[in-house]
């Protein structure tokens, strides 16, 4: 069964520093991948996702994440956090382009002044 | 444009009382999802309708959970009767149809089943 896995739970960045946030996913397949982030008490809002070609994804608000087949993995990166950054973030797969998702556990961010 | 409305925002029950949660899709969004968010969870499929019609309600538990999209725009999930372990978040979602169609989320119902 497909599975991702955000092992994470939190992330602690100061204001200014890069972010990392890791993904790995398990399917027999190449599958379709997806960033989301969700502010408190709002609904979740796409990053960004991969379907095919570049394995280097820009996203919106400057994040950017790199899909590695080798290592199953979707890492989101961000070069310079902003405290409006704050939140829980998503990695999702999807074995077709519908948005039938499997989201991971979430990684929350906080940010330091 | 509008956004995908849900309502109630909140909402305390009972456990084995009854309970609806109501979705207005995103105007000509013809597929609409339902996921359930547990605390310290991600989201989890409960429903995809396309149109008025169900394409994939697997993990939906069909003892308690029910689910309808009439006339392929506003959607209702009930649930009867409520357990405990049913406190989380519902969230709806919706998209154009057809593959790559972005979907856009809700903010969604927190049901507390107490």
């Known amino acids: 069964a497909q599975s991702v896995t955000q092992p994470d739970i939190h992330i602690t960045v100061s204001e200014g520093a890069s972010l990392e946030l890791r993904c790995n996913y398990s399917y027999g397949a190449t599958p379709y991948l997806f960033w989301y982030v969700q502010s408190p008490g709002q609904g979740l809002q796409l990053l960004l996702k991969y379907f095919s070609g570049d394995t280097l994804v820009q996203g919106i608000k400057g994040f950017e994440a790199e899909f590695k087949r080798s290592q199953s993995s979707f890492n989101l990166r961000k070069p310079s956090v902003h405290w409006s950054d704050a939140a829980e973030y998503f990695c999702?797969?999807?074995?077709?382009?519908?948005?039938?998702?499997?989201f991971g556990s979430g990684t929350r961010l906080l940010v330091r002044p | 444009e509008a956004g995908v409305a849900q309502s109630p925002r909140y909402k305390i029950i009972e456990k084995r009382q009854s309970v609806a949660f109501w979705c207005n899709p995103i105007s000509g969004h013809a597929t609409l999802y339902w996921y359930q968010q547990i605390l310290g969870q991600g989201p989890k499929l409960l429903i995809q309708?396309?149109?008025?019609?169900?394409?994939?309600d697997s993990q939906l538990p069909k003892d308690r959970f029910s689910a309808e999209r009439l006339k392929g725009v506003d959607s209702t999930l009930k649930i009867q009767p409520a357990k405990l372990e049913d406190s989380a978040v519902y969230l709806c979602?919706?998209?154009?149809?057809?593959?790559?169609?972005?979907?856009?989320f809700g903010q969604g119902t927190r049901l507390t089943v107490v």
């Open positions: 979602a919706s998209s154009l149809p057809g593959g790559n169609a972005e979907a856009f």
């Open positions: 309708f396309q149109n008025n019609g169900v394409v994939d």
């Open positions: 999702a797969v999807s074995m077709d382009s519908s948005y039938k998702l499997i």
